[in-house]
């Protein structure tokens, strides 16, 4: 598919002999937002490590077109360094004048330039989560990857952070993949998602389509 930012097809990704992803085909087109669901163990982080290129796949395509920012799962601060050093850090593959620039990401994400001097290791989950939402900025991303979003985070504070994605995305055209274990707070975000369970897409669709239907009513929203 041209304009796709994220294109992965036949799939699979092995641990020794145990299979992680098997035959799992999934596309993110430029400026879209995807939600790709799962339970614990279903595979998504395995899945977003081959879209960066941090694992080799053991068969199957993926191709990833221009930058991506990823805010991983549990993430991943500096304690000791400040705000100010972890966004810095997000810009390592960047090279040229203005790629440690700070400032675009506090316009989009003010509540961080209030935080700037402080240790990311005194902040709150929700203020560590904007911390990695704005070093995954810090990468002048095409498509953010966000490996659980909601994970450990009150429900207003999710909300708030689900509001700038959703910012990022109309206002600037960046594409996100979104991965989530609240498949409610997924497909209200996204136009379209994946289900994965055990290593294989078990439903594709739209959000209305997902919401509706078995994959999602069975597993995540409890039979609506
Ligand atoms: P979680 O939400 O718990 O992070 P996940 O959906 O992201 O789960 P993965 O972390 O991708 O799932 O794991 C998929 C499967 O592969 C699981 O059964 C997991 O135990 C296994 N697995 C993941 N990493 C490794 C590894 N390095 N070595 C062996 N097995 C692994």
Redesign the pocket.
């Known amino acids: 598919m041209s304009g796709a930012v994220i294109e992965v097809a036949d799939l699979v990704v092995r ?2 002999t ?1 299979t ?1 992803l098997d035959r799992v085909a999934l596309t993110v087109g430029a400026g879209e937002m995807v939600a790709l669901i ?1 339970p ?7 899945l977003v490590n081959a879209v960066l290129g941090l694992l080799r796949p053991a068969s199957g395509r993926v191709r990833l077109s221009g930058r991506a920012g990823l805010v991983p ?1 549990g993430r991943q601060m500096f304690d000791d360094l400040t705000v100010e050093d972890n966004l810095a850090l997000g810009a390592w593959r960047r090279r040229g004048r203005g790629a440690r620039d700070t400032a675009p990401v506090y316009r989009a994400l003010p509540r961080l330039a209030e935080l700037r001097g402080r240790r990311a290791g005194t902040l709150s989950g929700g203020e560590q989560q904007m911390v990695a939402f704005g070093r995954a900025l810090m990468a002048a991303p095409d498509v953010v990857v966000v490996d659980e979003l909601s994970l450990g985070l009150a429900p207003l504070v999710t909300a708030d952070l689900a509001g700038h994605l959703r910012a990022l995305n109309a206002e600037r055209g960046v594409a996100v993949l979104l991965i989530e ?1 609240n498949a409610r707070l997924a497909l209200d975000l996204c136009g379209r998602g994946y289900v994965l369970e055990a290593g294989r897409i078990r439903a594709e669709g739209t959000a209305a389509e997902l919401a509706a239907g078995p994959a999602v009513l069975d597993a995540y929203l409890g039979g609506r």
Request: proline share 0%; net charge neutral; aromatic share 8%.
């Open positions: 641990y020794g145990a992680a799962g614990n163990g279903a595979g998504k982080t395995s799962e274990q």
